[in-house]
């Protein structure tokens, strides 16, 4: 069985779990021994934990069983996601106590999908189990964003592409990796910076009132000043 994780133990006791490739492409969906390998795994060592994510999606079951086993973990769990997180893979993605995003990540959420065979009343049932998943995968989606759930099954509707920015306004993701910009302090600073420049330049746009001999009123009284 080709296993689509991979962990790494840091040299500084930390642990790093990769997830490549299609989640659960050859095996997961009534198998006992895959899900108890991969929960073996994570529960071998103890605190934080960091998942780097690059998936475009798989078996929503598997994602599913990933998602609960990482919301049960004691320790943090910080996600990574630097090249797609996409179907089955963003609903792994929201079980990151911190969800960070490169700049040139994607997140893709869309309606879960099936194969059914039979009559009419198969495709009914086939129909009604479809919603059913989709209200599952909406309450990881709504525990993390907060969003409503009419909105993001309208995204799940229109299968939504997400960029960083777009994953971060949503609230899919809470910070971007590699962001080292200033944040709110530089912010006041250039707006107090550009007020400055704004202030200085209609001082001298604006003429300054004048005495009755044409005089300005400042030099006026910095003289009157200078007698007293």
């Known amino acids: 069985?080709?296993?689509?994780?991979?962990?790494?133990?840091?040299?500084?006791?930390s642990r790093t779990?990769?997830?490549n490739g299609a989640i659960a492409e050859e095996s997961w969906f009534g198998d006992e021994i895959t899900p108890k390998q991969f929960k073996s795994e994570l529960v071998s060592g103890e605190g934080d934990i960091d998942i780097w994510i690059n998936s475009p999606g798989g078996d929503c079951i598997a994602a599913s069983q990933i998602y609960n086993m990482l919301m049960d973990?004691?320790?943090?769990?910080?996600?990574?996601?630097?090249?797609?997180?996409?179907s089955a893979a963003s609903v792994i993605a929201m079980a990151g106590t911190t969800v960070k995003v490169s700049p040139t990540s994607l997140m893709m959420i869309h309606n879960p999908l099936t194969v059914a065979i039979g009559d009419s009343t198969e495709m009914k049932k086939a129909?009604?189990?479809?919603?059913?998943?989709?209200?599952?995968?909406?309450?990881?989606?709504?525990?993390?964003?907060?969003?409503?759930?009419a909105k993001l099954s309208k995204l799940m509707?229109?299968?939504?592409?997400?960029?960083?920015?777009k994953a971060l306004e949503l609230g899919f993701a809470d910070e971007m990796l590699f962001d080292e910009r200033?944040?709110?302090?530089?912010?006041?600073?250039?707006?107090?910076?550009?007020?400055a420049v704004t202030n200085s330049l209609?001082?001298?746009?604006?003429?300054?009132?004048?005495?009755?001999?044409?005089?300005p009123v400042d030099v006026f009284e910095t003289r009157l000043n200078l007698i007293k």
């Open 17 to 19: 779990l990769y997830l």
């Open 157 to 165: 509707d229109g299968e939504t592409w997400l960029n960083a920015n």
């Open 73 to 86: 973990y004691k320790g943090n769990v910080t996600v990574k996601i630097d090249g797609i997180a996409a």
């Open 127 to 149: 129909i009604q189990m479809l919603d059913e998943v989709k209200e599952s995968i909406i309450n990881a989606y709504e525990l993390k964003t907060g969003q409503p759930r």
């Open 202 to 215: 209609l001082d001298k746009l604006i003429p300054k009132p004048t005495t009755p001999v044409g005089i």
């Open 182 to 195: 200033e944040t709110c302090d530089g912010a006041q600073n250039y707006s107090f910076s550009r007020q």
């Open 1 to 13: 069985m080709k296993k689509f994780w991979n962990w790494i133990n840091n040299e500084d006791e």
